[in-house]
């Protein structure tokens, strides 16, 4: 069982460019969601969704789009890359619970803006 | 929204001791505190987790105490080994928020 995968697990963006982080996972999970990493802020969630074709703000959605077509799938969309961006971005996805059962981390994706 | 506060940030304590990390939230509604550890270098995984209508849980040498008048939950480890050294983060949400809100962490040392 694979879990939660992301890719890529380390990437390097001029300010400016745009791309997409991805992620799936396998466990049929209704619930998924994309958090930050940043030194001393703990994990500060960005944006997420409770199903497919449903998705909503977290604590920090500015500059990031995300959507939901598919349950398995909830890809993160860098629009126009900002210093302020650089930082460690984990996927997680859950089952149904409003977010009240077990977290499944993805292995992180460290995203440097130069 | 939900805030949650975490104390301390560092907590360097000898083998064989014990280490208390304590958490704060101001959502009233909130209902469910989980605990993650996160490894150097690894992703955050779940060790503990309690619900509101619980005061206590334990799970061998790691415990949960909650007390919802004062909205503050603690994560007691006991007889602490090297391979406890982790950042600890404490979480909490409500049904209504739908959401999971983290503190900042505590990065725990465990020296010998």
């Known amino acids: 069982n694979a879990g939660v995968t992301q890719t890529p697990k380390f990437q390097v963006l001029k300010t400016g460019q745009s791309m997409t982080l991805q992620c799936a996972q396998d466990m049929n999970h209704e619930y998924m969601s994309w958090y930050r990493q940043d030194p001393g802020m703990g994990l500060r969630l960005i944006h997420y969704?409770?199903?497919?074709?449903?998705?909503d703000q977290g604590e920090v959605p500015n500059g990031y789009n995300v959507s939901r077509s598919t349950t398995e799938d909830f890809p993160l969309r860098l629009l126009s890359a900002a210093p302020s961006q650089t930082s460690v971005y984990f996927c997680?996805?859950?089952?149904?619970?409003?977010?009240?059962?077990?977290?499944?981390f993805g292995q992180g994706t460290r995203l440097t803006v130069v | 929204g939900e805030n949650v506060e975490q104390h301390p940030s560092t907590l360097s304590v000898q083998e064989g001791d014990s280490a208390v990390i304590k958490c704060t939230y101001s959502d009233s509604a909130s209902n469910y505190f989980p605990w993650y550890k996160q490894e150097l270098g690894k992703r955050p995984q779940l060790i503990i987790d309690?619900?509101?209508?619980?005061g206590e849980k334990k799970d061998q040498r790691i415990a949960v105490t909650l007390n919802k008048t004062a909205k503050h939950f603690s994560l007691h480890i006991t007889e602490t080994q090297p391979e406890d050294s982790a950042v600890y983060f404490c979480a909490a949400s409500s049904r209504t928020a739908s959401k999971l809100t983290f503190g900042t962490g505590t990065r725990l040392q465990v020296t010998l």
């Open positions: 969704s409770v199903g497919a074709g449903i998705t």
């Open positions: 309690i619900r509101s209508n619980v």
């Open positions: 997680a996805s859950s089952l149904p619970g409003q977010g009240q059962t077990e977290a499944f």
